[in-house]
């Protein structure tokens, strides 16, 4: 046994316990693995202290009863992934001519948009929900395409890691791709994606030029990167960052294999779990709490072991050279100035390979930025569906979707 192996387990031992400590320990360490990798982690000390833990999970429940966010749903369908992974995903089609349709005209201006499907794609730990606001603004505008990655939202666990096989950002590309072949088979195609949902653009990319070429007419990639994300920080002293670094993989893999019992100990941590999430997701002080517990509640979804199982992909994920095949299409590259999981600088390293990139850096927003501003990314979404020709030059979305709970002077 290795150094590292012998240290994770270390680690790990006192999560194997059947104790209710242990179960605390376990949940502290299932969430802040978790969250971190997710793209959500650190503190809640000042809440726990002049919150108690029943009106804490009062509001919790208030807010899950409350919040309308996650509650679109589409036409379902099926895809199969080339493992035989079903991979679940819906459509949003156009209205019909005649049919009501007061935000078309108002984001757009005419009844009958291109014939372009939008493909979103989500990032690690979440769903197709996290995209809740912009599916909110272009239904009925344009045919758009929502999918779960495998082992998220309503998505089967993938079939290649039940037989133990490890994911790869190259799995997800070819994901992707059924997934195209069986909800837009046809057509033009604007792809976006977040977090781990670009990367899966960029293998995507890489695997299938072609399509690249004949088909794509523009590119979203929001809080994403393209490669070097071992070298994130995570907004963490640099010497405790090199420490998780060198155990978390043995960690990972032991915590995945006590799955019932680290999920036993996210359920008993919940308040820590909260405070992580807001903490590395979101960075504007006056987030609407029902939108982060909503986000909660999506990383709440994920199974330890399939954090376990995602978490190398990304250490090994390098798609540089995968960008070129985007050069002369219109391209949006978004990010969070404060995102400290994927850094706005990785956004920068993109946009400065795809020199015709539209860059959009946006203050005061954490890695959900499409949660936390929604309104800035649904704006620029829209302005790249002008530029890729799906929509007439000159239509705006305006301030659809604002989050925060800030009165206006």
């Not at 979440?126 to 995209?131: E, P, R, V």
């Not at 990319?205 to 990167?225: C, F, M, N």
Request: net charge neutral.
């Amino acid at each position: 046994m290795s150094e590292t192996s012998a240290e994770a387990l270390e680690v790990v031992a006192g999560a194997t316990s059947t104790t209710t400590g242990s179960w605390r320990i376990a949940g502290l360490a299932g969430a802040a693995i978790g969250v971190v990798a997710a793209g959500a982690a650190a503190g809640v000390a000042l809440e726990r202290m002049t919150v108690g833990r029943g009106m804490r999970r009062k509001a919790r429940l208030a807010l899950d009863s409350a919040g309308p966010y996650g509650s679109l749903r589409g036409t379902p369908g099926k895809a199969y992934a080339d493992d035989g992974t079903e991979l679940h995903y819906e459509v949003d089609d156009v209205e019909p001519e005649g049919g009501p349709a007061p935000r078309r005209r108002r984001l757009f201006g005419r009844k009958a948009p291109a014939p372009v499907t939008v493909v979103f794609s989500h990032g690690y730990c979440l769903s197709q929900d996290s995209w809740h606001f912009q599916r909110a603004a272009l239904r009925g505008v344009v045919r758009t395409v929502h999918w779960d990655q495998r082992s998220h939202g309503r998505s089967r666990r993938g079939v290649a890691q039940a037989q133990g096989t490890p994911v790869s950002i190259d799995q997800l590309g070819r994901d992707l791709k059924a997934v195209l072949d069986a909800a837009a088979p046809e057509g033009p195609i604007v792809l976006v994606g977040h977090s781990m949902g670009g990367m899966t653009v960029m293998a995507l990319a890489d695997q299938y030029p072609e399509l690249i070429r004949d088909r794509v007419v523009g590119v979203a990639l929001v809080g994403t990167s393209s490669g070097r994300l071992g070298e994130v920080n995570f907004g963490l002293p640099v010497a405790g960052v090199n420490a998780i670094r060198r155990v978390l993989p043995g960690v990972l893999k032991a915590l995945g294999q006590q799955a019932e019992l680290v999920e036993k100990g996210r359920r008993a941590t919940a308040d820590l779990f909260a405070g992580i999430i807001k903490r590395y997701s979101f960075a504007s002080r006056d987030i609407d709490p029902a939108v982060a517990r909503f986000a909660e509640r999506m990383i709440e979804a994920t199974p330890i072991d399939v954090v376990a199982e995602f978490y190398p992909a990304f250490t090994d994920h390098d798609k540089t050279e995968a960008l070129a095949r985007f050069a002369g299409l219109p391209v949006l590259v978004l990010a969070g100035v404060r995102d400290l999981v994927t850094p706005s600088e990785h956004s920068e390293a993109i946009a400065g390979l795809l020199p015709d990139a539209e860059l959009v850096l946006v203050p005061d927003a954490g890695h959900l930025v499409m949660l936390e501003h929604p309104e800035v990314v649904t704006d620029r979404l829209a302005d790249l569906l002008m530029r890729s020709g799906a929509v007439p030059a000159g239509a705006t979305v305006g301030g659809y979707g604002s989050t925060s709970t800030a009165q206006p002077g």
